[in-house]
T-cell receptor, first 117, second 117 residues
């Protein structure tokens, strides 16, 4: 069973461009979380999605950021008109539906390091 | 809102010795989960150990164990017989047991552990 996959691993954008980060959860997982890690910081929650639904976007900046998790295909985190402050590592995590421990463990992808020039 | 505090930005341990990493948290909830994650230079987040708040018994995973003090809201990680491969950033994390929109992890800022040969 392949782990959580994220691509690209590294992404370089110039100010004003768009960044699209992809996350393919583990097989059978229908819950996806996005986190952002600034240099020398811990991970900060951004958004929690289930298939075709945004459950909690309380950590997402109000402008320029959006996320989706369609019925088919990976989850996408989209950043429009990137600025230098968006440079960070973006992690995706997934968990399966249901109750119990396995529901509460989140499995992380390797992250996408975004650099804005 | 819940918060997680790791008061030791850096720690160092001699190979084969024991080290304890501190974590405190703040919550008004009675039921929750606590985790320690390891982030090596590859930046992959790896779950080290987890604890359910309603369990009084401290969790143990091989050389890793926790000291969970619910009343004091303290959750320290002990690494015994430290190995060079243990060198990494260690993050303490909290997750509400309420589920629903409360599914995200709340992380501390991390402790950088160095292991001296």
């Amino acid at each position: 069973n392949a782990g959580v996959m994220q691509n690209p691993r590294h992404l370089v954008r110039r100010r004003g461009q768009e960044a699209r980060l992809r996350c393919s959860p583990m097989k059978g997982h229908s819950h996806v979380y996005w986190y952002r890690q600034l240099p020398e910081e811990g991970l900060k929650f951004m958004v929690y999605l289930q298939k075709e639904n945004i459950i909690d976007e309380s950590g997402m900046p109000k402008e320029r950021f959006s996320a989706e998790f369609p019925k088919e295909g990976p989850s996408i985190l989209r950043i429009q008109q990137v600025v230098r402050g968006d440079s960070a590592a973006y992690f995706c995590a997934s968990s399966p539906p249901g109750q119990g421990w396995i529901y509460n463990e989140q499995f992380f992808g390797p992250g996408t390091r975004l650099t804005v020039l | 809102a819940q918060t997680v505090t790791q008061s030791q930005p850096e720690m160092s341990v001699q190979e084969a010795e024991t080290v304890t990493l501190s974590c405190t948290y703040d919550t008004s909830e009675s039921d929750y989960y606590l985790f320690w994650y390891k982030q090596p230079p590859s930046r992959q987040m790896i779950l080290v150990i987890r604890q359910e708040a309603y369990k009084q018994q401290n969790a143990t995973e091989n050389r890793f164990s926790v000291n969970f003090q619910k009343a004091a809201k303290s959750f320290s990680l002990k690494i015994s017989d430290s190995q060079l491969g243990d060198a990494a950033m260690y993050f303490c994390a909290y997750r509400s047991a309420r589920g629903g929109s409360q599914g995200n992890l709340i992380f501390g800022k991390g402790t950088k552990l160095s292991v001296k040969p």
